[in-house]
């Protein structure tokens, strides 16, 4: 539906970075939790990291120690900063935002709020 969009993506050698931005689209809304999902080619979409408000922070095993999610307050942009980048980071990355309170913030079914993706390639 385009309520948030994600912006950053593009193509990079291994052990760039880049940094990838959502905000929302149309009107100013209250999304208390923030999440970054990716999908790859011939694999399901999962769990990239989350944030919550006042800042609480969650990362999956993958990306831990590399990847960075930051914002400044429940009406700004989220952040997802990724350094050290390989090539198995290749994937859409989608921006996902959560209203109400309730669910696992790992499953993708506790955000009400999506983005379109934004595509990150990186090369060898």
């Known amino acids: 539906q385009g309520t948030l969009v994600e912006s950053g993506g593009g193509l990079v050698q291994a052990g760039d970075s880049l940094r990838l931005s959502c905000a929302a689209s149309g009107r100013t809304i209250n999304t208390y939790d923030m999440g970054w999902f990716r999908q790859a080619p011939g694999k399901e979409r999962e769990f990239v990291a989350y944030?919550?408000?006042?800042?609480?922070?969650y990362y999956a095993d993958s990306v831990k120690g590399r990847f960075t999610i930051s914002r400044e307050n429940v009406k700004s942009t989220v952040y997802l900063q990724m350094d050290s980048l390989k090539p198995e980071d290749t994937a859409v990355y989608y921006c996902a935002g959560r209203i109400l309170s309730g669910g696992d913030l790992l499953s993708q079914s506790a955000y009400e709020l999506w983005g379109q993706g934004t595509q990150v390639t990186v090369s060898s």
């Open positions: 944030i919550t408000w006042p800042g609480d922070t």
